[in-house]
């Protein structure tokens, strides 16, 4: 475990939030609690506020290195059951990027966290010249069998050329990071002047999750960083990005997989209607989510 400074501001004075949910002593090495597809809901490291700037972030927590190497050996089988869900979700992402960051045209596009790289076939048969990085190896491989580019590793080690693509995405992937701040300064490495970063995450300045407080779903042991787009705006100007737009934004869900995610909350409950949706054949039916806490934000590197 290691304490951390804000990753926006570098203070150490902090408050307390949501004390820490996870038992120190009897932690059993878990990889499940790092997939995306997890239902740690509630079990979390202590959550604080930093009092100078206001990021929420975690802390004490495990170090970067061994975040890492959890995300490196993590393999999530459902995920890729939930796969359908996922191409509708990125499908509807596209429209407000291309309204916000122009037309694809064959323009190259970098998928941060790419996972099995749903996003990159997405914006490929789009029109973008689009890879992802994902540091999983057991995604990279499910990937390059769907014959979908991903590079293996984290952006920090790819060695990818400065001024080079033109949009950035980092879909769910901020608040996993232990360093934010270094991830996004090599972002605007990366991108051409000009080029855009499109970060999509949890917004914990929302109403619903000021409703929820402790019991927030997203207050997860792989969440790291609880960005509001206050403070996500902070961070991005701090690195020289032009802040352009933020805006709420759901997903889709097979509506089986939305009942998976609710049995931790009312396990009866939702084992009785799993059979029932299962029964009608109605388990595959895609279903809009947006609860009006999950962000999409759009900055700019300047020309």
Known sequence: MEFVCCNLCGSNDSLLLYPSTIDPVNT???????????TGYGRHYAIVQ??????????PRKNGMEVLEKYVKVEDPLYFE????????????LRPLHYVTGPPNGRTLLDIGAHIGVFVEVANKAGWKAVGIEPSHWSVEIARQAGIELIEGTLVSSGLPDNYFDVVTLWDV????????????HVFRVLKPGGWVVIHTMNI???????????WPWLMEMHLYYFSARTLRCLLETIHFQWKISQPQGRYLRLGYLISRLKPFSYNLMTMLDKLIKTVHLDSMPVAINLGDLITVYAQKPL
């Open 28 to 38: 059993i090495e878990d990889y499940s609690a790092f997939r995306c597809t997890s």
């Open 82 to 93: 939930e796969r359908q869900g996922r191409v509708i979700t990125f499908g509807k992402h």
């Open 205 to 215: 300045e929302s109403v619903f999750a000021r409703l929820m407080g402790s019991k």
């Open 174 to 185: 901020i608040e996993h990071l232990s360093d934010p701040m270094t991830e996004l300064k």
């Open 50 to 59: 930093c009092q100078q700037c206001g990021l929420v972030y975690a802390n």
